[in-house]
């Protein structure tokens, strides 16, 4: 297993040189994730918390679809999305294509079922106690909705923590509306995807070390974040 | 409140991030080329010295010749890179791209397992490509619609081979690009179609090395097309054409020629001035 | 004894069980106590009152509408401050911000947690728990106050401290219409007891009289196995 044992040292190799190339791509998968996750969260959570709460015809089939929209392929979102914002698309005129916005509005539209499905769940239970008690002090749906989503905060960290994650480590659809322009919009799935084709393994190996490394590093600020909050408001 | 005022401080940074996700408005030119280009560093050898120059930024999209055909018929591209004469001529004609311009050539290989059991050494492509098929060797083809899988399909039919009739499990039609297809090789140990320079620069090549190198019909032309403003008024004319007139001058062209791996020059270019 | 509410012939029936049989009821008093074994429907009646649930038969008819809250057997606190827990009922009134926090201090300091007021309403006591939600509910202001069983999850301490505030609500002018499963202090807040069992009304009672000699056998057994 040379391969390993070379990506291990090339990962090593790689951070202990500060690598400005390879710090500008992870701040801009970064960036990008994270952006399409705060877009995601803005969309998604109010959308799970009224399908958790409230009453309207059609609720059933949009929890259905919600729920199977979060294993959208991201090839597929990465297409459509390339085709909304390619120039001979109907919103070519913004020339939004193969920069970092288009990538952050195709993980966005990515994350947004899973941000939303997810925050459903977490919402339900939630309302399942919290109900009678909104009832009466006379809360509104749409405003016992609102409470729910500010109450259930630390839970709900849960719910964008794995938005997050799923942009992060997608390529097909940045790789799409994106383009893997070096400099532009090449972040780190594109690049291993890169270094993968162009055969150099271990690099491309110690590259998923690093995504992997960044992502974990995050969970647990996040972790530590949430235990602390929970600890504090209980 | 104060963890809904630490709440607010992150969402408003989150929002910072997503602003600044946003590049500062540069004069760029987006041009579609192929994997070939890119992979092989051709392009991290010229941005540079065409920026200097220029002051332009290249922004250049890798796909295969026909995704980037494709994309340019969509007007997402300025200019066009790429290397499959009758589809660059087919574009023009169709009027989404000005005017074809020669650039440079490199060749084509025939990668094959150094045991080389079909017997394929030589210089000869189409003798080559029948003792292949003659040995049902395992053979990889693109199978992408690239300007390599194009010109991979002519040889074939040159060498008097019926790929619809003989085609059988010895010819794997991947759909990849050329380093995923170079990779899926390396693990068969099998036949394939490559550029050299992508292969040049190619680190997993397992028990693989050059069968057939020479022949002239393996050189690969490539063509810079300007995308036509008449059909995509957006195109950024003026600044694809100074490209497009660097690309073929005395400078550019030598800043082609001066491109190599390991002493060994890549590209050749060819621009009729 | 005018009747504040009266009941004809409610109904509730789910999954098939008529959980609330064929009731007729008419509340007049003051300071009302719902008995009866467990499974009964006392907390159930209780929702139907407060509009949390709907009768599935006859009606219920209030002599003049009457603004009121409920506090719950496991008070369900935001996760928030003491004070904000309070504040949000009053907010949800429309209620100007400073008008709010005025009269949410006022009412923490009439269930004793003034000092409380900025902690996290979570990690609260039980018993600190429930009298912030007595606190959300006095700052209402409401004119009848249901409890269904505010006392039966918390330490007799905590328990006389609940009950003391029932009664200073109740003594501001308050209809109290609760549930308990104590019988001493169904006794010390009742006026009237009314006693329901398996989803009908048994009696409805005068306090002394039904802790001397209930009129039914139901009733009789209740108090028997209740006060041993």
């Known amino acids: 297993m040379t391969e390993f044992n070379d990506a291990f040292l090339t990962a090593w190799q790689l951070l202990a040189l500060s690598d400005a190339r390879l710090s500008a791509i992870a701040w801009l998968s970064l960036r990008v994730s994270l952006a399409a996750t705060l877009v995601a969260c803005v969309v998604g959570m109010p959308i799970g918390a009224l399908l958790a709460v409230g009453r309207f015809p059609g609720r059933r089939v949009l929890i259905v679809l919600f729920n199977g929209l979060m294993g959208l392929p991201p090839v597929v979102v990465g297409l459509l999305v390339y085709l909304l914002l390619s120039r001979a698309g109907p919103l070519g005129q913004f020339g939004l294509l193969f920069s970092p916005e288009a990538m952050i509005v195709a993980q966005a539209v990515l994350v947004t079922p899973i941000v939303a499905a997810l925050t459903r769940q977490v919402i339900a239970d939630e309302w399942s106690e919290y109900r009678e008690q909104l009832r009466s002090l006379g809360a509104s749906r749409s405003r016992a909705a609102a409470t729910l989503l500010w109450d259930g905060r630390f839970s709900l960290s849960t719910a964008a923590l794995a938005g997050f994650g799923r942009a992060i480590a997608e390529v097909g659809a940045v790789m799409i509306v994106g383009g893997n322009i070096d400099g532009v919009t090449r972040v780190m799935t594109t690049t291993i995807a890169l270094e993968t084709s162009k055969g150099d393994l271990p690099l491309a190996l110690a590259l998923g070390f690093i995504l992997i490394a960044v992502v974990l590093a995050i969970n647990a600020v996040a972790y530590a974040l949430r235990g602390w909050a929970e600890r504090h408001w209980g | 409140m104060i963890t809904r005022r630490l709440f607010c401080a992150a969402l408003a940074a989150c929002s910072l991030l997503a602003a600044g996700a946003s590049q500062a408005q540069e004069r760029f030119i987006t041009v579609a080329s192929t994997t070939s280009t890119e992979q092989s560093g051709l392009f991290g050898h010229l941005l540079p010295i065409f920026e200097k120059v220029h002051g332009i930024k290249l922004r250049i999209v890798a796909l295969g010749t026909g995704q980037a055909l494709d994309m340019a018929r969509r007007g997402d591209a300025d200019v066009v890179f790429v290397h499959d004469r009758a589809a660059e001529e087919k574009f023009v004609a169709e009027g989404y791209g000005v005017k074809r311009q020669e650039v440079m050539y490199n060749d084509f290989v025939v990668i094959g397992p150094k045991a080389d059991p079909a017997k394929a050494l030589g210089r000869d492509i189409l003798e080559g490509l029948r003792r292949i098929e003659a040995a049902k060797a395992p053979f990889v083809s693109r199978g992408d619609k690239s300007g390599t899988h194009a010109a991979e399909l002519r040889y074939w039919k040159a060498a008097g081979v019926d790929l619809a009739a003989k085609k059988g499990a010895w010819y794997r039609d991947t759909g990849s690009g050329m380093g995923p297809a170079l990779n899926t090789a390396a693990s068969m140990n099998a036949y394939i179609l490559a550029d050299r320079g992508t292969w040049l620069s190619f680190r997993n090549r397992g028990e693989l090395g050059i069968v057939v190198e020479g022949d002239q019909k393996l050189f690969n032309q490539y063509g810079v097309i300007l995308v036509n403003p008449a059909k995509h008024p957006h195109v950024k004319q003026a600044d694809g054409q100074k490209f497009i007139d660097w690309v073929v001058s005395a400078e550019g062209q030598k800043a082609i020629a001066d491109y190599k791996i390991g002493g060994e020059q890549l590209f050749f270019p060819n621009a009729r001035r | ?228």
């Open chain 3, 1 to 228: 004894m005018n009747a504040w509410l009266t009941m004809e012939n409610l109904g509730l029936t789910e999954g098939g069980t008529r959980i609330i049989d064929d009731v007729s009821l008419a509340l007049g008093a003051q300071r009302t106590v719902v008995l009866g074994p467990n499974g009964a429907g006392k907390s159930t009646l209780l929702r139907l009152i407060h509009g949390l649930l709907h009768p599935s038969g006859g009606t219920l008819r209030w002599a003049r509408p009457v603004s009121q809250a409920m506090v719950f057997q496991r008070p369900v606190m935001l996760r928030t401050t003491a004070l904000a827990n309070v504040v949000y009922g009053l907010k949800l009134r429309g209620l100007a911000a400073d008008e709010c926090e005025r009269r949410a201090r006022q009412a923490l300091a009439h269930v004793g947690l003034e000092r409380l007021a900025k902690r996290p309403a979570r990690l609260l006591s039980g018993g600190e728990q429930q009298r912030v939600a007595l606190a959300r509910v006095w700052a209402l202001e409401p004119e009848l106050l249901i409890l269904d069983e505010p006392t039966a999850s918390l330490d007799p301490a905590s328990s006389r401290e609940v009950e003391r505030i029932i009664n200073e609500i109740a003594a501001s002018g308050t209809r109290i219409l609760m549930t308990t499963h104590n019988l001493g202090q169904a006794r010390r807040i009742a006026e009237e007891i009314v006693f329901i069992d398996r989803g009908r009304i048994a009696e409805q009672t005068p306090v002394a009289e039904f802790f001397k000699l209930p009129r039914t056998a139901a009733a009789q057994d209740f108090l028997q196995e209740e006060m041993p």
